[in-house]
């Protein structure tokens, strides 16, 4: 007897096929049956009758390693029917943690994830010690935090021997089962790395048939040389390259999405094996120090506090970004579209806008910014809206471009719940399956899901999730067509997606009729070779 039956849904399999009436039948954590009218006996079944049964999708870029041990039951995102999420993504990882690093991890980590322990740790004690959660989860250890450990927050070429200490660590998280590496050359101190450094651990991931994902150099001005330097580390090493959420930041770059594309789908038809992901908002979210000249974090956190305090120095931040635009994101129409989104030292600032807060003190916009970041110690979050729809939708429509939320997995009550984080971490998926393909038919139901499911698995090199087919992981979502929409605003972050009835993860129904069971039946998928 099968453990469960969907009975009576629309099949979507994640293929990209038209969907079809079919019932599902769960075994052992597995699909067992995936067939119309199925007569196959089950101890439970579950009624999908008017709705759609999809493949759990995947969440393919998010920093969920921040917040997963505080919310093990990833509400934000089994709501949505998330049911695996790669984290250790833009070049962070928990782990390694060599001794005595364990403070300037954490110092350095804070405006990402404030509410994390840090320990000293190995990457195979980080596996080991993973929490069970909600979710499935893909880790990669970060090439920023591996930096970290060897040349701290100094601008140079690692040597030899930080470069070999570097490649040890990266084996030894391969070994414990990581996916592969992350990097994020877009701040210190990855973007303090030259090609030979990247190449090099690019050639060791391909030893180990690892994969490597990248927050590119730049997302603004020099997006096209970024996208170029991405494809040469997969032309050059062979190794697969995951290109982080796609898109084009500051006015100068407004309008470039078809251009942007067809650079890298040339590259995939010369048989590169590049993939990207993109979240459709045209909002951004990061630490507040990342907008200004990356020579600012030079030597470290507390450097960076201290040097802001200097009048020589803002003074020369206002002229770089007078002639160049913020750093990361180019050039603004105004800080009215740079709003606080958390605030560790002062949270009564969350939605305030940073052109508002210069006003309210009569000051400059540029010591507005180098005051907070003072006074917050460098852990401010902020969001900051840089992109133009037309671009989102462009990038977004591509059906080789999977979907990434670039967020982390909160819930609306405890430690998580704070701040007014970005809306994407509730609502990136719930946005696609509804307004995308209803409002704003950027494509069509089938087109969404495979782009989450089956497009996701294969860029990740996952044989056995991401189609609903008899032998796969019984990872599975159940939800309203009609019904399903994101609910999370930039005013009102904390709510949960709607329209969703049912998930299941690796055949356990996590979500039962809209509401969390607590089952906490994800688990870490280790790479093997
Ligand atoms: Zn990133």
């Known amino acids: ?266 590259a995939r038809r010369r048989g590169v094996p590049v993939d990207c992901d993109a979240y459709p908002y045209d909002t951004a979210t990061n630490p507040l120090r990342n907008l200004l000249p990356r020579w600012v974090m030079e030597g470290g956190i507390p450097a960076m506090l201290e040097r802001l305090r200097v009048r020589d120095v803002r003074t020369r931040i206002r002229d770089e970004i007078a002639r160049s635009g913020l750093t990361n994101f180019g050039r603004i129409p105004s800080w009215d579209v740079v709003r606080v989104a958390i605030s560790p030292q002062m949270p009564e600032n969350a939605g305030r806008t940073l052109g508002d807060i210069a006003r309210s003190r009569s000051v400059d916009p540029i010591d507005a910014v180098a005051d907070y970041v003072v006074a917050d110690r460098g852990e401010t979050r902020i969001l900051i809206t840089s992109m133009t729809d037309a671009d989102v939708h462009e990038i977004t429509r591509a059906p080789w471009v999977t979907v990434g939320s670039d967020g982390n997995a909160l819930a609306v009550t405890g430690i998580t719940g704070q701040g007014k984080p970005h809306p994407r971490y509730y609502g990136t998926h719930a946005h696609v399956l509804g307004p995308c393909v209803r409002d704003l038919r950027l494509f069509s139901l089938e087109a969404a899901v495979a782009k989450m499911t089956g497009v996701a698995a294969r860029a990740l090199g ?34 949960y997606a709607a329209g969703i009835s049912a998930v299941l993860v690796n055949g356990q129904v996590t979500i039962d009729g809209g509401d969390h069971t607590g089952a906490l039946s994800g688990r870490v998928i280790k790479r093997t070779t």
């Open 1 to 266: 007897m099968d453990d469960l039956l969907i009975r009576g849904g629309h099949v979507i399999d994640g293929s990209g096929a038209p969907g079809r009436e079919a019932d599902v039948s769960v075994l052992d954590g597995r699909v067992a049956a995936v067939e119309p009218r199925s007569a196959r006996p089950a101890r439970r079944v579950i009624d999908a009758r008017g709705q759609v049964v999809a493949p759990g999708l995947i969440d393919i870029h998010t920093h969920s390693d921040f917040t997963l041990p505080l919310n093990p039951r990833a509400e934000s995102k089994i709501r949505q029917g998330v049911t695996l999420e790669v984290v250790g993504n833009c070049g962070f990882s928990v782990a390694p943690v060599l001794p005595g690093r364990a403070e300037m991890q954490r110092e350095y980590l804070a405006s990402s994830a404030p509410w994390l322990p840090f320990r000293e740790s190995t990457f195979a004690d980080y596996v080991a010690g993973f929490p069970p959660t909600s979710v499935n989860v893909i880790l990669q250890v970060g090439h920023n935090t591996l930096r970290l450990m060897t040349a701290g927050l100094e601008n140079r070429p690692v040597t030899a021997a930080e470069l070999g200490a570097m490649e040890r660590m990266l084996e030894e998280a391969l070994t414990a089962g990581a996916w592969g590496l992350s990097s994020g050359l877009f701040t210190a101190p990855g973007n303090f790395a030259d090609a030979a450094e990247i190449h090099a651990l690019a050639r060791l991931l391909r030893r180990h048939g690892a994969a490597y994902s990248t927050h590119m150099r730049d997302e603004s001005d020099q997006v096209f040389e970024a996208v170029r330097e991405a494809v040469q580390v997969a032309e050059a090493t062979g190794v697969h390259v995951q290109i982080a959420h796609l898109k084009l930041s500051g006015v100068n770059n407004w309008g470039g999405a078809a251009k942007l594309l067809a650079e890298i789908e040339a």
């Open 462 to 495: 996952l044989r056995d999730r991401g189609t609903l087919r008899a032998g796969a992981w019984a990872d599975v979502v159940v939800f309203d067509p009609a019904r399903i929409t994101d609910r999370s605003t930039y005013e009102e972050p904390h709510r």
